[in-house]
């Protein structure tokens, strides 16, 4: 009996080496994207930030650096950038106390349990704000109500006062829980959420700069 000629979309063999190619494809794939990925979210240098460099993870001295939110209409987001220097809690932070201010920080918030309530770089829950770009939020700004609030003449000073006791500053309907925070720990967290503000998070969260007003640092 004459055999019929069997269509290539039934053939064994045709599935098992597109298999193949597909999964050695999707493996480099896989494995270029994870050193491009690592490159991007590698930290900055101060020397970037001096030399105007912009990283989408600045060096932790950003901090020493006015920080505005900004449309770009190339990306169709908000995004971070970083304008001249300006003091933080009075003085200019060294490439070593910035990275201990951050280090403090970060650890503070993990002790704290922040993401048991907040977000933070898309980690965490939403039972109270956003954290990610809470430095950038007009509220805390020379003309934002927290400021007259905490009797505090800077942002970082408002920010760590209401840290330190927030059961005295009933900033939200959800008030915040005193935890205990130190000033030292406050100065953390607070080093920690600008730092925060500046990364490129392409966007996230979503529309934050015209739901606070923050665009253009206003």
């Known amino acids: 009996m004459e055999e019929r000629p069997t269509s290539v979309w039934g053939s064994n063999d045709f599935w098992q080496r597109s298999a193949a190619w597909v999964t ?15 490159a991007q979210i590698a930290m900055g240098s101060d020397d970037d930030l001096k030399n105007g460099v912009t990283k989408r993870v600045p ?13 770009s209409d190339t990306r169709g987001h908000e995004v971070p950038v ?23 920080g970060k650890l503070t918030s993990q002790s704290k349990n922040c993401m048991n309530c907040h977000t933070l770089l898309g980690n965490g829950a939403y039972y109270a704000p956003d954290l990610t770009k809470a430095w950038l939020d007009p509220a805390w700004s020379d003309n934002g109500p927290y400021l007259g ?16 006791h ?13 935890l205990g925070i130190t000033e030292d720990e406050a100065k953390g ?6 730092h925060m503000s500046s990364i490129d998070t392409n966007g996230f969260p979503r529309n934050f700069g015209r739901m606070q007003g923050a665009i253009h640092g206003k």
């Open 24 to 38: 050695g494809f999707a493996a480099i794939l896989l494995i270029w994207l994870t050193f491009d990925t690592g």
């Open 189 to 194: 967290l607070v080093a920690f959420m600008k």
């Open 149 to 164: 609030m905490t009797g505090k003449s800077t942002r970082e000073e408002a920010m760590a006062e209401f840290l330190m």
């Open 82 to 104: 970083i304008g001249e220097k300006e003091l933080f809690f009075g003085k200019e932070q060294s490439v070593e106390e910035a990275a201990a201010l951050l280090h403090v």
């Open 59 to 71: 060096a932790p001295t950003v901090i020493n650096y006015k920080i505005t939110y900004e449309m």
């Open 166 to 178: 927030p059961s005295t500053y009933p900033t939200h309907s959800r008030m915040m829980p005193d």
